[in-house]
């Protein structure tokens, strides 16, 4: 096998790719800001690889990944002009990652490296014979800003994470920067997504507020006013979605030590929005997260909190009905 000659151009869904001495390593924040996103770049989220890829066009009916060691079991999927193929196990302490008979002739492929682990792409291997190249990928973008329940941990596999199921029904190109536990609205992030490029937007807010008691009543609906204005200073015209939470079980009634029940957030996040129609925004939108994922999903909540797998493909499957609705997204950004 010959292996490719890898360039940050190779990767997809991510912020920046770090260029190290034995690899590239995507990261979902600036990592040359790494400093900027405290505490410890958004509490390692920044480097997890939620919704990142390898995207290329190959002839090669076999692939080869390798990468740093793992620390824990992980699973990268393999799609093949978007449909998976299959998924490799990393186990913990390996480093590997085979597919093989592969569809003959030329085609699209994405690695989707795991969603839950940071890595460091080493070397990415073809068949002698192929041939490889960039796929460029002139889909919408779509960048996702969420939590935990955008990052979708508790799904089994990178491409049933709802962010991914969503883009593949709607034919975007998907940049999921779900932050586990570290959605708090912080200016440096508003920045960063002001920086991307992006022809959607979706911002779903609250949870983490809620659940880490990071903004009260005086500051949280500033809060939000701030990051869609950062936002906005370079997306003018661009759509962006605002979500209030999923349900949550106890949280929807229970104030957490600021005062907030979900119930009460969902109410200031419209209001919020509301005000900046008001005030001429007319690509601005509210979605209330009960009609994606309501009270009567809450078996699909092991704990209470997280949707599994089937509760993320339910999100994902329902996302252009609930969210997208009549959201009109051109492709103007590529």
Known sequence: MKALQLSEEWFAGVVSVEKRENGWKPWRIPYRDYELFPPD??????????????RFQTSSESIHLRCEQVQEEVKIDCMTD?????????????????WTRLPSGGKIIELWLPQRAAMTITKVEIDDQATAELAPDHRPKWVAYGSSITLCGSSDSPTLTWPSIAARKADFNVTALGYGGNC?????VARMIRDLPADLITLCLG????????????????AIIGLIQIIREKHIGTPIIVTSPIYACERE?????????LIRMREEISEVVAMLQKRGDDNLH?????????????????????????????????FQDCILQSVEVRGSNQ
């Open 41 to 54: 770049g958004l509490n390692g989220h920044g480097e997890l690889c939620g919704g990142a890829r390898l």
């Open 82 to 98: 978007g449909r998976l193929f299959g998924t490799a196990i990393i186990e913990a302490g390996g480093s590997e990652a085979s």
């Open 184 to 188: 708090h609205l912080e200016p440096m």
């Open 207 to 222: 949870i983490n507020v809620q659940g880490k008691n990071s903004l009260g009543p005086r500051t949280f609906q500033a």
């Open 253 to 261: 009634t229970s104030e957490n030590l600021v005062g907030y029940s």
């Open 286 to 318: 509210y979605r209330s997260g009960l009609d994606w994922f309501g009270e009567e999903d809450a078996h699909l909540l092991p704990d209470k909190l997280h949707p599994n797998t089937e509760g993320s493909r339910l999100m994902g499957e329902r």
